[in-house]
């Protein structure tokens, strides 16, 4: 059974600072998706950051702000979160795809999710 673990949501103030974990029971193939989606009531789940062997994709609104690492063991991948503002409050889930290839940014592909972690930014 695979599972991902996250860790390090919270409540911050605008302008500020966290940092997301999350950790893997297996190792992944360094060019399988491993990234970061984020999910608010009424909308659909967004990837934020994800990346895949030399690729990476940020979205848009959190470019410049976000950064995701993942280390070279392939079971764990972070999203540094900087200058954070109330729109950036969201369930954040941790991906990792079931397979090689295809669209890394597709929340509807088979992946495997964390639990979710809720990250609060107030104005």
């Known amino acids: 059974l695979v599972q991902l673990v996250e860790s390090g949501g919270g409540s911050v103030q605008a302008g500020g600072s966290l940092r997301l974990s999350c950790a893997a029971s297996t190792k992944f193939n360094s060019r399988a998706c491993m990234g970061w989606f984020r999910q608010t009531p009424g909308k659909e789940r967004e990837a934020v950051a994800t990346?895949?062997?030399?690729?990476?994709y940020y979205a848009n609104s959190v470019k410049g702000r976000f950064t995701i690492s993942r280390d070279g063991a392939g079971k764990t991948v972070s999203l540094a979160m900087n200058s954070l503002k109330p729109e950036d409050t969201a369930v954040y889930y941790c991906?990792?795809?079931?397979?090689?290839?295809?669209?890394?940014?597709?929340?509807?592909?088979?992946?495997?999710w964390g639990q979710g972690t809720q990250v609060t930014v107030s104005s």
């Open positions: 990346t895949a062997g030399a690729s990476t």
């Open positions: 991906a990792a795809a079931q397979t090689l290839g295809g669209d890394c940014t597709s929340a509807s592909r088979p992946f495997y």
